[in-house]
């Protein structure tokens, strides 16, 4: 990933088999770049739950900086947010986010990207 930074590029895809620690090596991209901010796309909580808690033991930052955007919980104001793409691509919450808002974007099984809530976004 930061061989592909170097050359100038913008967007990565990591493909790797289930179990293979794709999140935390996206966890130390994040803790290389060191955005100002940071957005997590997941399709399931589940999913949410368990990046959270290991994007905080790689980065070691104070729970403060971590967020969810799921459901009821709405904590846009954090430097790190992990966001479930139903609750991101409801029309009333999409116009609320800045496109400017967050400088490191991640989205799980970007396979689904083709899918409209993900082209929303």
Same mark, same amino acid.
Request: aromatic residues 8%; glycine residues 6%; proline residues 2%.
């Given at each position: 990933? %930061? %061989? ?7 967007? @990565?895809?990591?493909? #790797? ?8 090596? #996206? ?23 368990? @990046?959270?808690?290991?994007? &905080? ?10 967020? &969810?955007?799921?459901? #009821? ?9 992990? %966001? #479930? ?15 400017? %808002? ?13 899918? @409209? ?5």
């Amino acid at each position: 990933i %930061a %061989a592909l930074r170097d050359a100038g590029e913008h967007k @990565a895809v990591v493909i #790797s088999a289930t179990g293979t620690g794709k999140t935390i090596l #996206s966890a130390l991209d994040v803790r290389a770049y060191s955005p100002e901010r940071m957005l997590f796309v997941v399709h399931r909580e589940q999913i949410l739950d368990r @990046a959270i808690s290991e994007f &905080k033991r790689v980065l070691g930052a104070p729970d403060s900086d971590f967020g &969810k955007f799921v459901g #009821s919980k709405k904590e846009l104001d954090r430097r790190y947010v992990f %966001a #479930s793409i139903q609750s991101l691509t409801r029309a009333e919450n999409l116009e609320a986010i800045s496109p400017e %808002a967050f400088d490191y974007v991640l989205i799980d099984e970007v396979h689904r990207a083709g899918a @409209a809530s993900y082209r929303r976004l």
